[in-house]
């Protein structure tokens, strides 16, 4: 049942907890394979190892590398829906103000649960986890093509700050290489 037919007091974010790392994981595959189909190509997307992203998140919520890392999941009655998580970044050594900032590393909502606010009440939980760690800023990247998540941070305040970077896939399916453009959004917190 979509998250859309609970009542509103029964969606919240939360910390993940140990046990939550699989959900998380299939969150994830499954909002990438809706969202990075044409700019990675089924085949790339087809070759991620389920069991290494679970081990990923599992290490993430256990063992983070920094306590100011965290991941907080979405929820909507039991069921977890969304996720997203947050580190400290330090300000560029040659920027006037040394106030370190944060960066939203990852945040995803399943494809059949957008649109019902988890997204929204998940980059709000962010910020608040940001700030009370001294952030005074939130960095994140966006792919290229990905519409849906420009359209939801420009909705939240952030913007591109120009910066772009490419990331290789590695040889895909057909042998070729997929690379990933993705451009960096802010905004001061």
Not at 125 to 148: F, H, M
Request: charged share 20%; proline share 8%.
């Amino acid at each position: 049942m979509p998250s859309h037919a609970h009542p509103a007091a029964d969606v919240s974010v939360r910390p993940a907890v140990p046990g939550d790392e699989a959900a998380i994981a299939a969150v994830q595959l499954d909002a990438w394979r809706a969202a990075y189909a044409d700019s990675l190509g089924a085949g790339a997307l087809a070759m991620l190892d389920e069991a290494a992203v679970v081990e990923r998140w599992r290490a993430a919520v256990v063992q983070p590398p920094d306590r100011r890392f965290h991941v907080l999941v979405a929820m909507a009655g039991p069921r977890l829906v969304g996720f997203v998580s947050v580190a400290p970044v330090a300000a560029p050594p040659n920027a006037a103000d040394q106030t370190p900032g944060g960066i939203l590393l990852a945040l995803e909502v399943a494809p059949g649960e957008q649109r019902f606010g988890h997204g929204s009440r998940l980059l709000a939980a962010a910020v608040d986890t940001l700030r009370s760690d001294g952030a005074d800023q939130v960095i994140t990247w966006v792919a290229d093509g990905d519409e849906a998540r420009v359209r939801f941070l420009s909705g939240a305040g952030l913007a591109p700050d120009g910066a772009v970077r490419e990331l290789a896939s590695g040889p895909g399916p057909d042998g070729e290489q997929t690379v990933l453009r993705e451009h960096r959004w802010g905004a001061q917190i």
